[in-house]
């Protein structure tokens, strides 16, 4: 009781910040709401648009306290629904957002053409949901006029430029050509006028306790361009998610995030280090030379 009303009274004198997360009960999904309810500091005011709130409650559960979820305001909705969209991003939630939703149903790709896709299809998880929300966030900044003062991190995928690589091949094959469908969920993001965030994390292994990453002797690597391979923990994909939204200078990019082994843990696990690293590290999509907006041959022949 004692840390909501400590929440309460740091929202109305302004300390905390209005956060949206959406894929909330995903694995980084589950970690960006671990992050953003710690107490310490106590940082954000969170919403969660999730389809069913007990389910999530339950699983949220796992990861945090009942006295933490309680000051969680949920609200029950889908991303085909533009209203409950509309809803979730009320009341200055549509300032920051962290998506990090993805179909992870495993449906073999020629089942497209033979039967009628599930609700769960990447079609309408990682490309239409997608698609709804921006376009309700786009509405929101105009009625608000407030165009210039938000931030939207999209949690997309290593490899969505590159259809012959063997894990892009793999994941395209057995989650309804599930890289094609994010990658132009990214073209239209970058094709709005959202101050966007695009994080490609690679391969997504289970650490919260830090105990790989010390054996490993592991430390975050960023790049840009799609040309990396590797993996990386969720927790530092969700850690890397919230310090986004902190550098005010990470406007309209997109970048890739692995683990490069064989260095000791630096000032990385710090969190403002973590964010100077993202801020000088880094640059807008407009800056450097690669094709982030080009389209595959898969998706060409599919659309």
Not at 129 to 147: F, H, P, R, T
Not at 153 to 182: G, Q
């Amino acid at each position: 009781a004692d840390s909501n009303l400590f929440t309460l009274f740091a929202f109305e004198l302004g300390f905390m910040d209005k956060l949206l997360i959406l894929g909330a009960t995903g694995k980084v999904g589950q970690r960006v709401v671990k992050l953003a309810v710690s107490p310490d500091p106590a940082r954000y005011s969170v919403r969660v648009l999730v389809r069913n709130v007990e389910r999530a409650k339950r699983i949220l559960l796992e990861s945090i306290t009942q006295d933490q979820i309680d000051h969680i305001d949920f609200v029950q909705g889908d991303l085909l629904s533009q209203e409950t969209i509309a809803l979730a991003l009320k009341d200055g939630y549509h300032k920051n957002v962290i998506c990090t939703v993805g179909s992870g149903k495993i449906r073999f790709w020629l089942l497209d053409y033979l039967t009628e896709f599930p609700d769960a299809h990447p079609k309408y998880v990682d490309y239409q949901g997608v698609l709804n929300i921006v376009k309700e966030i786009s509405a929101q900044l105009a009625k608000n006029d407030d165009s210039n003062n938000h931030k939207f991190v999209l949690v997309s995928s290593l490899s969505v430029t590159r259809p012959w690589h063997p894990i892009a091949i793999l994941l395209n094959s057995l989650i309804s050509r599930i890289l094609e469908w994010k990658l132009r969920s990214e073209i239209y993001i970058r094709e709005s006028s959202l101050n966007y965030v695009i994080i490609r994390p690679g391969g997504l292994i289970k650490d919260d306790s830090g105990l790989k990453k010390k054996q490993q002797k592991a430390e975050i690597f960023l790049d840009q361009g799609d040309k990396i391979g590797g993996r990386v923990s969720t927790l530092d994909v969700a850690r890397t998610c919230l310090a986004s939204l902190q550098c005010e200078n990470l406007s309209r990019s997109t970048f890739e995030i692995v683990w490069k082994t064989g260095s000791e843990p630096g000032s990385l696990e710090d969190e403002r280090e973590l964010i100077k690293f993202i801020g000088s590290t880094v640059k807008t999509d407009d800056a450097i030379l690669h094709p982030v907006n080009h389209t595959t041959p898969l998706t060409t022949t599919f659309l």
